[in-house]
C-alpha cells in the first residue's frame, strides 16, 4: 500500500438509488412523471460515477509511518456536488488490519473503513459503503435514507 496512488475510477450503486428515492417521497413527487423524475435523480447521483479529471489527477501517497501526503494536481472540483477530490488529506492517517484501510482524520478524528478488494503493485482497489440522505445530493425537498457503495480504483504513481 505504501506509495503513490492516483484515482481511476469509481463505482457506486448509484442507479439503485433512484427507485428507493422515489419510493420514500410518493407524496412530495405526486404530479411529476416517475421518469422524469427518476431520470433527474440519476443525473444527480450520476455524478458520483462520472468523476471527472479534477478528481483525478491527485496523488495519495500513504506513507511508511501511517502518514497520508495528497499532492493535489492542477484541476481544482471545487463546483462538484459531491466531491471525490479530498479522499484522503494531509491531515490523515492510515493503518492496514487484515483486509481493512483504516483512515483516521486528524481534524476531528472520525474513521474510515475501506475493504481491500484488490492490491497488487499497480492497482489498489477499495470498497466502503456510506449511509447518505437527501443532503448528500442536494434533494433538500425530499427525504430518504439509503446506503452508497462506493469502489475506487486506484493506480501507483
Partial sequence: LEGGWQLEDVNTNTAELAPIILAANEEAVTGIPDDALEEAILEIAGMIDDVDDCAKDDIYYFRPDGSIDDEDGPDDCDDELFELEDLFDDDDT???????????????????????????ETTLVLFTTEDVDEDDFGLDDLDFDAILELELTFRAR
Avoid: Q
Avoid at 94 to 115: A, C, P
Fill in 94 to 120: 492510515w493503518s492496514l488490519s487484515g483486509n481493512t484501510l483504516i483512515i483516521t482524520d486528524d481534524d476531528d478524528d472520525d474513521t474510515y473503513e475501506y475493504t481491500v478488494r484488490t492490491l497488487t
